[in-house]
């Protein structure tokens, strides 16, 4: 059984920075995608949107509220895929979750049953 577990969440003000991280036991991370989605407070869990992915190979999309402001990157090594976070906004403020799943032609798919419990995120003054 996979455990993933998100950290790094908190409060910070308007134009600040975080970085997620997002550690996964067992030695399937390398071989899948890794994904960063995110719930607004009061939107349902099937409203989770996805933020940003990043492949086994490295290859990395985003949403295009976040592109050049939030960077994926991943370390095998240590099982960890990271969110860094810049020039935050009070819209961004939401409950992130990691998640493992795969890629095929360009669209990445969750698996179910590998969430997190999330980790949650605050933008405001």
């Known amino acids: 059984q996979v455990q993933i577990v998100e950290s790094g969440g908190g409060l910070v003000q308007p134009g600040g920075s975080l970085r997620l991280s997002c550690a996964a036991s067992?030695?399937?991370?390398?071989?899948?995608?890794m994904g960063w989605y995110r719930q607004a407070p009061g939107k349902q869990r099937e409203l989770r949107e996805l933020?940003?992915?990043?492949?086994?190979?490295?290859?990395?999309n985003y949403q295009d509220s976040v592109k050049g402001r939030f960077t994926i990157s991943r370390d095998n090594a240590k099982n960890t895929v990271y969110l860094q976070m810049n020039s935050l906004k009070p819209e961004d403020t939401a409950d992130y979750y990691c998640?493992?799943?795969?890629?095929?032609?360009?669209?990445?798919?969750?698996?179910?049953?590998?969430w997190g419990q999330g980790t949650r995120v605050t933008v405001s003054s």
């Open positions: 998640n493992v799943g795969d890629y095929a032609s360009g669209t990445y798919f969750p698996k179910a049953g590998y």
């Open positions: 067992g030695s399937i991370f390398r071989h899948f995608a």
């Open positions: 933020v940003a992915f990043i492949t086994s190979g490295g290859t990395t």
